[in-house]
């Protein structure tokens, strides 16, 4: 991963968040993605939500796979943990990671070819953990960093930059997520941060697996006439379901809703997320109609965006484990490892 450390000046007036940092501090090294490229403008947003949540950047793990896509940690939160890992196994490593430290704030990064060609099997599986991870899909319907094939997003129909037809079905990730029982589920263009930051904040806060996939335009490879994840195409057929706003506790409430219908969820931080139904017959809390919604619109062209279904009901992966509150470096060695007495009595119950 190539590595440009940014000149760290800071202009004295910066705002300063809860915790005394900058948005500078939330910052990683100088990117070296193509100018104009969707994952910079996420960056921008993950650095937007890190700050304005006052979190302390060395108590968060940032996770990747291999793509331009699984670069983008090296951009932000220069600070906290890190671990790029091989391409499409960044689910496993993330889950064990969040397994061994519940303490840890977890953001995944990955781009479509990395989830949903050769890591589809890990992806499917941790929705169906439920880690507290937040899962960020920068999709850009193809293989950014090998020079612009079609990922298993690509619409069919959709050309590539030469004029060649996708004859392939495409796998759509936020109907998989619905699908799998992920319990946060939204969609997002990198173009729209005033969307993206509330959403990427609440997936954050959540308790669980925050799938979050954010239309992300590659602009050497997939940015033309006949793709369907140009900036042109998304911000012509991007319709909001749902407007999110998080609010968390210690702010002064403010959100102002002159219409439509407001809905509550509370987050297990005590935060909550304001949701507001722009279309009438949206409802982000029902997982077949959230499902049936999105598909209706997709068969006309049209992306949905926005908080598209969230639950709180299910256990995470920590209460269906019935594991130790601690984070395990945490553990006495002898508690962690017992010795060999208590290995023979553990494999004696498996004889
Ligand atoms: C095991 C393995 N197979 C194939 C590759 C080649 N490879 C590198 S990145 C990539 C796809 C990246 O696409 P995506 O995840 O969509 O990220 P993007 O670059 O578009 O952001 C592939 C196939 C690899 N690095 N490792
Ligand atoms: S090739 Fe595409 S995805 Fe990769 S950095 Fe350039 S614009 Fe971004």
Redesign the pocket.
Known sequence: MSYITKPKVHHPSLKRNAIGLTRRDYEGSLTTLCAGCG?DSITAAIIQAFWELDVEPHKVAKMS??????KTPAYFLREAHGFNS??GRMPSVATGAAAANREMMMIGI??????LS?GLGQLCHAMRRNPNLLYVL?N?G?????KGQF?ASADPGSTSKRGEPNTMASIDSVLLALNLGATFVARSFSGDKEQLVPILKAGLAHKGFAFVDVISP?VTFNDHVGSTKSYAYTRKHQIEVVHADMIIPRDEITAQYAAGEVHRVQLHDDSWIMLRKVEDDYDPTDRDRAYAHIRAHQRVGEVPTGLLYVGTDLADMHEQMGTIPEALTDLPFEDLCPGDAALQKLQERFR
Not at 65 to 70: A, E, P, R
Not at 110 to 115: E, L
């Open positions: 994952h796979g291999i793509g331009c896509s699984s091989v391409h990955s781009g479509d070819g990395d989830s050769i920068e850009n193809v293989y950014g960093l090998t990922s590659c």
